[in-house]
């Protein structure tokens, strides 16, 4: 529904449709009344800065992201806002709290004209992009949690390799049992990690055990259960590998609560970019990403698309490499690791 659609369901002239809708003088109360009352039942959303965007920008950009307790998304805003400053403009973050509903909700505000330019990284519970797929020309590019098959531009890391990196420093020092922690089964990121730890147990001729796979979905007291129920296993694990750092750390608390010892009993790695993860003890080994490069590179792609230079050139997917940090997580017993 647009404005000259409701115009001619009201069978009144678009000017004065607009001009009811900004509630001008001109226009008389019952005329105002009807437009609204037609506007409300055809879900018709007023684009409050349709008319000063014909002219001039908004000079802001939206970040869109699931949460700020995580070290990750902290650099990454730092990276976005170095070239939002660069280039004149403010940045609005929004939160969806790993609620896609949320996410749904804050997209039907942003495709009102609030912003010039979207990025975003999914959250975990987002199953479908509709609400996405309405914003029709708005430049949008996704970061870490993206939709695969949307075609618009993607900043991730190379988390399928790493991801083969991971478990393979297990395997290397000593771990036969290795476990995947996933936080969801719809992100991109979970399911590439995932492939690389299976590819990993391939290459390495390490059997398959689905039972070690855990989803830690549907709270933090639900989570610590799970991972609680895999760890007081007769065979548990000797390794873990968790997709995201909250994991990590509720390891950690587990085998203290369990009297389990890291690395000796078990060994815990995981994707971080906490700086406190040198300071656990034992010092928790991570893959690394390159958050801040991560947000000063998904800024620049979009900026070339709000300014609509070299669109077609940059709808694909950039993918910049993280590292690994060896701590005492996962070190091996003397004399006990392997090579590959």
Do not use: W
């Amino acid at each position: 529904m647009n404005l000259k659609q409701l115009a001619k369901e009201l069978n009144l002239s678009i000017s004065t449709v607009s001009k009811a809708l900004r509630d001008s003088h001109e226009i008389s109360a019952a005329t105002k009344n009807a437009v609204l009352a037609k506007a409300k039942e055809l879900n018709y959303q007023v684009n409050l800065f349709a008319s000063s965007l014909r002219q001039q920008k908004s000079k802001t950009i939206a970040v869109v992201i699931p949460e700020v307790v995580n070290d990750f998304f902290g650099p990454v805003i730092n990276g976005i806002e170095s070239i939002a400053q660069e280039k004149g403009y403010h940045v609005l973050i929004y939160l969806t709290h790993e609620d896609m509903q949320k996410e749904v909700e804050i997209f039907k505000v942003l495709q009102n004209g609030r912003v010039d330019g979207i990025m975003m990284s999914l959250s975990e519970q987002t199953t479908t992009t509709n609400h996405l797929e309405a914003l029709n020309e708005m430049p949008l590019v996704f970061f870490d949690r993206v939709a695969e098959h949307l075609d618009v531009p993607k900043v991730t890391t190379d988390d399928y390799n790493c991801g083969i990196k991971a478990t393979e420093h297990l395997i290397q020092n000593g771990c036969k049992r290795i476990a995947f922690l996933s936080i969801s089964q719809n992100l991109s990121i979970s399911s590439k990690r995932m492939n690389g730890y299976l590819e990993a147990l391939k290459r390495n001729h390490l059997a398959l055990d689905h039972s070690l796979i855990v989803t830690c979905t549907g709270g933090e007291e639900k989570c610590d259960d799970l991972i609680r129920k895999l760890l007081k296993r007769k065979r548990r694990p000797d390794g873990v590998f968790a997709s995201v750092e909250k994991l990590a750390i509720s390891t950690y608390e587990i085998c203290n609560e369990l009297n389990l010892k890291i690395p000796q009993d078990v060994k815990v790695i995981c994707f971080s970019n906490s700086q406190t993860a040198a300071l656990l003890n034992p010092s928790l080994t991570t893959i690394a990403q390159p958050a801040y490069e991560i947000g000063r590179e998904a800024a620049t792609i979009l900026f070339r698309l709000v300014e609509k230079r070299g669109h077609h050139f940059i709808l694909g997917k950039t993918i910049l490499n993280s590292k690994l940090i060896a701590r005492n997580s996962t070190k091996a017993k003397r004399g006990k690791a392997s090579k590959i």
